[in-house]
């Protein structure tokens, strides 16, 4: 028995330094990425959300950066550079080249990263055409039509050592920045104020509906304007003026549509600011309509008792012009309908 409790004894002895290693351990295997998704189409495509060119940041999964048909001409010609010869091919119908590239990398104890791999692949609709094998170095052809454009790039050793530094040393160090710099945009995070309102319009019929977001910290910020649930978009004329800074470094945001009047149904605004995590989503209170129903509702019950009142003096005294009409009415007009209903002579004095 008691040879039983020693063997125990040792073995726990073994255990106990892996038991202390398990939090470290936990920790160099946080990963992180960063990838830059390009996607081209060869002809124009005429539908709502598409557009010829868009390039799209990614740090952990998460969107940090998008461009469309404002891009930048120096990422344009980049891309364009090293695919144009792609698209050459196919001017008659419409097909979709992507190209991916970024890095992955494990957080150290000291809080460095670490490379662990690169990614630079290129998909033609949908399928994935070639790819750069970064530890041997070279291109990846996984289909027979790629195989003519792996061998030409193969013989660029310049490519090929261009690409291979982005990927281990560029990418990673740009990683790192865009992390850092998110934890201090995280540190100063500042929720928005979120005004839902009406303004007149150039129609007499129509109103402006305005969803007003300000001082908020970083400028990344989801807005939409709702009809009955319904997020409105372009095609239902919603207008803009994009994120804009603020005096005191916090940033706005302006959407606004035109509509009727007349629509009674429930317009909102929703709004989420994912640093300060924030998400609100306001109504439209009615303005004018709903607080005249209320005061006509108020005044029926006055009015009905005082022409009651009237009534009554009238069947009892026969006079009210000198007695009751002039303390009760100050402005004479106002009260000469309430008179005709009543039979009542107005005298002036």
Not at 207 to 236: M, Q, S, V, W
Request: hydrophobic share 40%; net charge negative; aromatic share 14%.
């Amino acid at each position: 028995m008691v040879s039983v409790v020693y063997v125990c004894y040792f073995i726990s002895l073994l255990f106990i330094p892996l038991f202390k290693l398990i939090p470290v351990l936990l920790f160099i295997l946080e990963k992180h990425s960063l990838a830059y998704i390009y996607t081209a189409f060869s002809n124009p495509v005429d539908l709502p959300g598409f557009h010829e060119f868009t390039a799209m940041g990614l740090l952990d999964n998460r969107m940090i950066d998008y461009y469309d048909k404002n891009l930048p001409v120096c990422k344009i010609f980049y891309f364009l550079v090293f695919n144009y010869f792609f698209l050459l091919h196919f001017l008659t119908d419409t097909h979709i080249l992507q190209w991916m590239h970024g890095c992955e990398g494990e957080t150290q104890s000291d809080g460095t990263m670490q490379f662990v791999r690169g990614m630079d692949m290129y998909n033609y609709d949908g399928n994935d055409f070639l790819s750069f094998d970064d530890d041997r170095q070279v291109w990846v052809a996984p289909i027979h039509a790629a195989e003519e454009t792996k061998r030409k790039w193969d013989e660029v050793q310049v490519l090929k050592e261009y690409t291979k530094g982005y990927l281990e040393k560029e990418c990673m160090e740009w990683m790192s920045k865009f992390r850092d710099f998110g934890k201090e945009q995280l540190q100063r995070a500042t929720q928005p104020t979120v005004h839902l309102f009406t303004r007149k319009a150039k129609v007499e019929t129509n109103a402006i509906l305005t969803c007003l977001a300000t001082g908020f910290y970083p400028k990344d910020i989801i807005l939409h304007i709702k009809r009955n649930g319904r997020i409105l978009t372009k095609e239902d004329r919603v207008q803009t003026d994009g994120v804009l800074p603020n005096h005191d470094d916090t940033f706005q945001r302006r959407d606004y549509v035109e509509i009727l009047k007349s629509d009674v149904a429930k317009y909102t605004c929703e709004v989420k600011h994912p640093a300060s995590s924030m998400h609100i989503e306001t109504s439209l209170e009615p303005k004018g309509e709903g607080n005249s129903l209320v005061i006509i509702a108020a005044i029926i019950p006055i009015v009905l008792v005082a022409i009651g009142v009237l009534a009554f003096l009238k069947f009892k005294t026969h006079y009210l012009g000198k007695i009751f009409f002039f303390p009760l009415c100050p402005l004479k007009l106002t009260c000469v309908p309430f008179l005709s209903l009543l039979d009542v002579s107005y005298a002036d004095n």
